[in-house]
């Protein structure tokens, strides 16, 4: 049955000249049919090289927004219209207004993980794998970073020269992982690397062994010689490394750390997506989509 589907997929894909880009987040009957996965920089470098003529972006909806923010030309999917990020919708543009005026002469660095809206008003944007190469790039030492305190506080410490101001905002997936949590998982597996995303709280991060994005995370796992991990971030990772490294053994940090909007799509919506029965083609305002770019063509530009 999924194999039917699967081929049924590869098929129309091809035929339709879809590019699907999936992020690590996503389950891994979808990782397999994917052309590309990856974490946020790497889905949006893809996006802005992809040669077809249609994307479908298995993922949240901001990234399907990065997307058609960088290939207007193209027709860009989203296999299920209610996948969100909820720290996307955490600030809108008026705050960011107030937050500006107060902040006169910051340059404003949001997470990639925002609305292609509040895009228009900012500077740059960064991913958790890109954020210090960039921001350590910005001519301007004065930031008002965007909307993750936790992400902001991990960039604050990498780069000390920089004066970085941070709003109450955050991914409440991982922001709910506890520093107990981390320690008691690790007197549980005493010989296992913990390995955590920097969406988490700093009382958790400080306790790891490695800090970095869904990506990153993987590629720590696989090159180490260790054969053990805990892993804080979405539960779908321990998922995929337990496949692609049978032998090593990954446990995840909380059994709680589980996305439900990165969840919502199946290999049967992404099927249905491209069978034209569901998802939602993403059509942005011109205008915003132009000033919202601005600041993705920074990232990609200050991340090369
Ligand atoms: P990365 O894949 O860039 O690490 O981002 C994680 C995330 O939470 C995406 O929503
Ligand atoms: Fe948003 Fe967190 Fe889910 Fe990523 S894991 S999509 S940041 S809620």
């Known amino acids: 049955m999924l194999k039917d589907i699967q081929e049924q997929i590869l098929k129309l894909k091809k035929e ?3 590019c699907i880009l999936a992020h690590c987040y996503q389950s891994h009957d979808i990782l397999e049919i994917a052309d590309y996965t990856g974490d946020s920089f790497g889905l949006a470098q893809k996006a802005a090289a992809s040669e077809n003529k249609n994307i479908m972006m298995c993922g949240v909806r901001f990234m399907a927004e990065t997307v058609k923010i960088l290939s207007p030309e193209k027709r860009v999917y989203l296999p299920k219209s209610d996948a969100g990020c909820p720290m996307a919708e955490q600030l809108d543009v008026d705050i960011l207004r107030q937050l500006k005026e107060k902040y006169e002469g910051y340059s404003v660095c949001a997470y990639i993980n925002t609305t292609a809206e509040l895009k228009t008003l900012c500077d740059v944007c960064v991913t958790s794998s890109s954020a210090v190469k960039i921001i350590s790039r910005m001519d301007n030492d004065k930031i008002l970073f965007i909307p993750d305190c936790n992400l ?29 949590e981390a320690k008691k998982a690790m007197e549980k597996h005493p010989g ?5 995303h920097p969406e988490c709280q700093p009382s958790v991060a400080a306790l790891a062994d490695f800090i970095g994005s869904t990506t990153e995370i993987m590629d720590y796992a696989k090159k180490s010689d260790a054969k053990e991990f805990i892993i804080g971030t979405e539960n779908s990772i321990v998922q995929h490394l337990g496949i692609e490294c049978p032998d090593k053994l990954f446990y995840p940090l909380s059994k709680d750390c589980v996305c439900h909007n990165m969840k919502l799509t199946t290999i049967a919506d992404v099927l249905h997506c491209l069978q034209g029965t569901d998802g939602e083609e993403i059509i942005l305002d011109e205008d915003m989509r132009i000033k919202a770019k601005v600041c993705i063509d920074e990232m990609l530009r200050l991340g090369k």
């Open 16 to 18: 339709k000249d879809v």
């Open 152 to 180: 902001g506080d991990y960039i604050a410490k990498q780069l000390p020269d920089k004066e970085i101001k941070l709003v109450s905002g955050g991914c409440p997936t991982h922001a709910k992982i506890t520093a107990q």
């Open 192 to 196: 296992a690397k913990l390995l955590v």
